[in-house]
């Protein structure tokens, strides 16, 4: 090769590592530009200080309990909102969520039985992993508290314009929003309401159902080209509405996993299954779900394990979301 030739191709090669460069330092200040227009959306949260000692799975799958409380309480102290199980398989790229029943009739250690909600009032997000861990055999390692201000705030975030869903019936009671039936595309606060309504017949089990749909349709959205884009802005809102026992550096890795090998459906499940629970009220707790705990036990770990083929099917089994369905 000639002194010339060898002087061009260095020449190329400094041109492309100068473009690469640039093109990283672009990224990284539009990052943190993104970052910051979050964190100014955001307001200053006080956050209460939580033991968690979660198991990490021998499978390497990671297990997150998603917990939604209202940090607005007047109580000061929440109940669960909403409790779910999100599991990531970085080995097979697969995500899988477990919707658990508030109304669980349950035994929550050191306390008389409850309902399963009430064990995130009683001892925060540890005392309800102990309950899940004894009742379910659920070995979770981590968790992640939002409250609904920072829901709201994120959904605004990733969507201005709204997310879409086909509301099904005219909803109000208890929401502090009033949805309309049809197609719309719902901000933050609109999306919570229809995300929590429960005053129909369906009661919780719809709730836990319109809950699956907006997750499904909030992962569709993040995952499009504009939810990436946002990314760093979502992050930014969403940090002080968080609490989390994952490390920057864990959620980072986790992130990234999610992104270089994206899912091409969430499953996901409902606890208690069907024809595994009986309605009954007892007094001081109210109306509750006595279930049938091996049955449901059974059918997390055969879900957790890829085994859907062995739930019975229906509206309150396994069904796995995909586009916007």
Known sequence: ?????????????????????????????????????GVRMAESVEHQEYEFNGEKSLDDKVNVLLLGVDARSVEGKSRTDSIMVAQYDPKEGTAKIISIMRDIYTEIPGYKNYKINTAFYLGG?????????????????YYT???????????????????????????????????????????GKELLGYARFRKDAEADFGRVRRQ??????????????NGVVKLP?????????????????????IIKSVYMDLPEEVETLTIPIQNSYTDVRYEGVGQALDINFEKNKEAIHSFLEGDSANQEPGPLSVSQEKGNG
């Open 1 to 37: 090769m000639s002194r010339k030739k060898r002087y061009k191709r260095k020449s190329n090669v400094i041109k492309v590592a100068a473009a690469l460069l640039v093109v990283c330092v672009a990224a990284i200040g539009y990052f943190v530009y993104q970052y910051q227009a």
């Open 233 to 253: 802005k979502l992050i930014g809102t969403a940090q002080p509405y968080i609490q989390t026992n994952l490390q920057t550096s864990e959620l980072l890795t």
């Open 125 to 141: 997000p540890e005392l309800l992993r102990e309950t899940l861990k004894n009742n379910f055999d659920l070995d979770i390692e």
């Open 145 to 187: 508290l939002i409250d609904f201000t920072g829901f709201e705030k994120m959904v605004d975030a990733l969507a201005p314009m709204g997310i879409e869903i086909d509301v099904e019936k005219k909803m109000s009671a208890n929401i502090g929003v009033s949805l309309e039936p049809g197609l719309h595309r719902l901000n």
């Open 212 to 225: 699956q749909q907006v997750i499904s349709a909030l992962k569709d959205e993040l995952l499009s080209t």
